[in-house]
């Protein structure tokens, strides 16, 4: 019945994708490093960022950037993009996103680019070091899915 | 050429018996053997045989590699590895599967470029015109999830990339993608149901293909002199001379086509679809299948938001409107004289056309990064203003030269002119022996 219903509704299988949570032990993460998990089918990175890092987010300002919203499920759909409203709520140094590019679904890559913070290879759009769209084809920030630290050095996302 | 009364006299008591009942053989005598043909048929118009035996071919080939291949995300890698180590004559039915397609696609482009040099799609062809577009949009949309099916790198990333581009479009977009992909990502519904598509529509477009051939065979073939067939001086029997033209065009054709199969299988593929997709990682240079380039040119070339359109949706925009401007060259085209052989500046601006299509498949396969997109621009700006602007002015500035007054003049002068060169001064002419 899943294949029926894909095709009648032309979505995923509810049970199968769209309830996915995943869990994530982020315990082995110094500042500086990654993590990427797989989510609905899609990577979503987890970032404790460095001191720098946080800096050059919280740098820049809302008339800079050419997509000014959040774009953070956790937050109002018109939250502004400021740093703080792109990390894991109350968690400065915590990115988690989907890292998909949002021109055409690339996964870009971390830590590259003018902003050092992640550089497409498709068509070359630069994001910051919150995730922020700065420079190229893309038209929105990346996305911050729903994601709460559900014990000291694990995190829910979903 | 509408003489529609039909030659065709049974002979056999079986023959009476097949045309009292289904006639079928009256059909083959009067569409392929006496069917006349315009006597100045060069061989660019033998494309059209050409991109029929490619498609036939290519269903063939793509029968047999289906009782081989598995539609599913952990098997299908795989299962065309099996096609080329173990499956017997796997390599060779691959090599002509993968390669039909480029060569598939270049037929049609000749094929397109013919009936724009010839003006083909004048009336009474607008039809005839508007189902080889249709034939177009059907051999992208069969390549495109064609490619996928192998199930490595660029299979995935390129459907990913191109899926995308659907959520540009305003409200239904992100619904219309989702349909298309069966989630929310390229994952294993994707691959069923573009490999069930991409059994189907071949089958879809070979029924949209008999439609364009009985168009065709209405109105009759156009020719290099771009002017109608006036009496019988002017055509010729299908069979024996479009017959053997065509089948001498079709050789020379797969001899290209098999010296690629044989000798380069890989050379128009990427060395990345031998890696098995990775959703998790993205390959540094992503290019679509070259005859995709100057399309992809186009969707990248737009980097600049349009009043409320943004670059992502305008790239789109942009990319299926050089597709759709094909639909309308019918009516964009004001002039009155069909071939360019007689319109000294439309002749100009077609091969520009080409020229200007070429760069852009090159500039299609560049990084989207510095000149190369200015380049892109305006690149694209010249592919519209062709149709949008030369096509339409051309019909009232440009002074065509004298057209002949019938087909058979067209040739008689053509064969003067060239016996004139070759009988050049200081050579003692020999006596024709006739």
Not at chain 2, 64 to 86: C, N, Q, W
Request: hydrophobic residues 45%.
């Amino acid at each position: 019945m899943a294949e029926l219903s894909e095709i009648e509704t032309g979505t995923a299988a509810l049970p199968a994708e769209a309830m996915a949570r995943v869990e994530v032990d982020v315990s082995s993460l110094m500042p500086g490093m990654s993590l990427v998990v797989q989510w609905r089918g899609k990577p979503v990175v987890v970032r404790n960022r460095t001191e720098k890092e946080i800096e050059d987010g919280k740098a820049v300002s809302l008339a800079e950037l050419k997509d000014p919203i959040a774009r953070n499920a956790n937050l109002p759909a018109d939250a502004p993009a400021i740093d703080a409203n792109r990390a894991v709520p109350g968690k400065e140094a915590w990115i988690v996103m989907v890292q998909v590019c949002t021109h055409s679904g690339c996964i870009p890559v971390g830590q590259q680019g003018e902003f050092k913070g992640w550089l497409c290879p498709c068509h070359g759009s630069q994001y910051d070091t919150a995730g922020r769209i700065r420079k190229g084809p893309a038209p929105e920030n990346m996305a911050v899915p729903v994601v709460q630290f559900i014990a000291d050095t694990r995190i829910r996302i979903g | 050429m509408s003489d529609k009364h039909s030659s065709y006299s049974p002979k056999t008591g079986i023959e009476r018996w097949f045309d009292a009942r289904l006639p079928l053989p009256r059909l083959v005598h009067d569409s392929f053997i006496v069917y006349p043909v315009p006597r100045n048929l060069n061989y660019v118009y033998t494309f059209g045989g050409i991109l029929t035996v490619m498609l036939v071919s290519q269903i063939l080939t793509g029968i047999v590699l289906a009782m081989h291949y598995a539609p599913d995300t952990g098997l299908a890698f795989d299962s065309v590895e099996k096609i080329m180590r173990d499956v017997n004559s796997g390599w060779l039915l691959r090599s002509l599967h993968a390669n039909g397609a480029s060569f598939f696609f270049i037929a049609a482009y000749v094929h397109i470029c013919r009936g724009l040099y010839y003006g083909s799609y004048k009336a009474p062809r607008e039809l005839l015109w508007l189902l080889g577009c249709t034939n177009l949009l059907l051999m992208m949309a069969i390549a495109f999830m064609g490619y996928v099916l192998p199930w490595g790198q660029m299979s995935f990333w390129g459907a990913t990339v191109i899926t995308n581009f659907f959520t540009a479009i305003p409200l239904a977009g992100g619904w219309f993608q989702r349909l298309l992909l069966g989630g929310f990502a390229v994952s294993n519904p994707t691959l069923n149901r573009f490999f069930a598509l991409h059994y189907l529509l071949p089958f879809v477009l070979a029924g949209v293909v008999t439609l364009h051939v009985w168009a065709l065979h209405v109105v009759g073939q156009n020719n290099p002199a771009g002017i109608d067939v006036k009496s019988k001086t002017d055509v010729v029997d299908f069979t024996p001379y479009a017959t053997v033209k065509d089948a001498f065009g079709i050789i020379v054709f797969l001899f290209f086509f098999a010296y690629f199969v044989f000798y380069l299988p890989n050379y128009l593929g990427h060395p990345d679809n031998n890696t098995i997709a990775n959703p998790l990682k993205t390959p540094a240079h992503i290019v679509p299948e070259w005859y995709f380039l100057p399309f992809y040119a186009i969707l990248r070339a737009i980097t600049f938001n349009v009043g409320p359109i943004d670059s992502k949706l305008g790239g789109v925009l942009a990319m299926f409107g050089s597709i759709a401007v094909l639909f309308a060259v019918p009516w964009l085209d004001r002039s009155k004289v069909r071939s360019a052989v007689y319109r000294p500046r439309y002749r100009v601006f077609f091969w520009l056309f080409v020229a200007n299509g070429l760069f852009l498949g090159w500039l299609g396969s560049r990084p989207a990064e510095g000149t190369y997109i200015v380049l892109s621009q305006l690149a694209t700006l010249y592919y519209f203003a062709f149709f949008l602007i030369a096509l339409p002015v051309l019909g009232f500035i440009e002074k065509p030269r004298r057209l002949p007054n019938s087909i058979t003049e067209a040739v008689l002068e053509k064969n003067r002119g060239a016996g004139a060169k070759r009988r050049s001064p200081g050579r003692t002419p020999k006596v024709e022996r006739r």
